[in-house]
């Protein structure tokens, strides 16, 4: 049973950066693809960034050039290191792996962006 566990979610002022990590309870190098959506309340739940097993990536135009994924197989972690945070980054944001036809999601963590 693969678990993901997602963490480093808090309150911050807008401009400010967080490192959100997803730590898997198996190894991650048999994920073909591993990624964070995001969901405000009311909204549906959004694409935000992913990683491929062969580390190429792919981020949602709304936090292009502010949001980096990374992932280190040896701690079995996915990183998403948020920088000039905005109040509508304020979400729960999920973390999600793929292996073949399986999806698995991490529970949340809350991310709230304000003065």
């Known amino acids: 049973q693969v678990q993901l566990v997602e963490s480093g979610g808090g309150l911050v002022q807008p401009g400010g950066s967080l490192r959100l990590s997803c730590a898997a309870s198996?190894?991650?190098?048999?994920?073909?693809?591993m990624g964070w959506f995001r969901q405000a309340p009311g909204m549906q739940r959004e694409f935000v960034a992913h990683i491929t097993r062969l580390g190429f990536t792919n981020y949602a135009d709304s936090v292009k050039g502010r949001f980096t994924i990374s992932r280190d197989n040896a701690k079995k972690t996915v990183y998403l290191q948020m920088n000039s945070l905005k109040p509508e980054d304020t979400a729960v944001y999920y973390c999600?792996?793929?292996?073949?036809?399986?999806?698995?999601w991490g529970q949340g963590t809350q991310v709230t962006v304000s003065a």
């Open positions: 999600k792996a793929d292996r073949g036809s399986a999806r698995y």
């Open positions: 198996g190894s991650i190098s048999g994920f073909d693809i």
